[in-house]
């Protein structure tokens, strides 16, 4: 006798999503981009690691992507611009990723600043905006035992330094040198509910992680990124499966269409890749 099916408990699967939304930290893309939708958060983390002790938050968001018609796309963790209309980005990298890091805050602040230069008849380039890259990484990725690496420009071996506005730092969480920015990088890899030595950045982790309210918010917000993941995982296995069967030749297109519920467009699409290969 075969048992009874039962669908998953409800209560059992909330409970499951929000003990992994405590285990978050801020190097975890779906904690980062629900605690920096939050300006305060936003506005202390860049005070510390800009040095810049009056900075004030006008905008900011997460995930904003810039659309390149003829190159690659870019996806910003967080973008912020303050009061000045000054720009700041900070892309987070849980581990070394072994890519070109220098080349990618080359490409990064390029595109931002080119998408957000206005048109006009500027011709002397005046309204170029300042922009601070803040390349952060759990690992010290340039391994010379530093927490934070600055970009310095001079003109050959001269005091006087070149200024064009972009200010690139890479920072890391691996090395701890007792200085602010480590305490906060530090606060990033745990990203404790109790732990309220961050202000305003700890009091809305706080509030996700340790309140009633904060806690639905990520539950409802992990849930979305669970069901992404798991539909993403399971398009990329029926891609898989419809180029097996393209390559056997044993299969209608109809039939493999069916078989992957992939669109006829995408069988096609998958077919002239083939061919072409």
């Not at 600055?150 to 200024?163: A, F």
């Not at 039939?255 to 519920?261: H, M």
Request: some cysteine; glycine content about 4%.
């Amino acid at each position: 006798m075969s048992s009874k099916q039962y669908p998953e408990s409800l209560i059992r699967n909330r409970e499951r999503l929000i003990e992994k939304a405590k285990q978050l930290n801020l190097f975890s893309d779906a904690m980062a981009k629900m605690v920096f939708t939050d300006s305060g958060a936003c506005e202390h983390v860049l005070r510390i690691l800009s040095g810049i002790d009056s900075l004030v938050i006008k905008e900011n968001r997460t995930q904003m992507v810039i659309n390149k018609f003829a190159s690659k796309d870019i996806i910003m963790d967080v973008l912020v611009e303050d009061a000045n209309n000054k720009l700041y980005e900070m892309e987070i990298q849980k581990s070394d990723g072994k890519i070109d890091h220098a080349r990618r805050m080359l490409y990064y602040s390029s595109s931002i600043i080119g998408s957000y230069l206005p048109k006009g008849k500027d011709k002397k380039y005046k309204s170029v905006p300042d922009l601070y890259m803040f390349y952060i990484t759990e690992p010290d990725i340039w391994h010379l035992g530093c927490t934070c690496y600055c970009v310095n420009k001079r003109l050959n071996n001269l005091p006087m330094t070149y200024d064009d506005g972009l200010h690139m730092y890479y920072i890391n969480a691996e090395v701890n040198d007792g200085s602010s920015i480590a305490k906060l990088m530090q606060y990033f890899k745990t990203a404790e509910a109790d732990d309220l030595s961050q202000g305003k950045l700890s009091k809305h982790v706080n509030y996700l992680k340790a309140t009633k309210e904060g806690k639905a918010a990520m539950c409802e917000f992990t849930e979305k990124i669970y069901s992404e993941g798991k539909a993403e995982g399971e398009a990329i296995a029926n891609y898989a499966a419809a180029k097996r069967m393209l390559l056997k030749g044993n299969n209608s297109l109809q039939d493999i269409a069916e078989f992957t519920n992939l669109p006829m467009s995408k069988i096609l699409e998958l077919q002239a890749e083939l061919n072409n290969a």
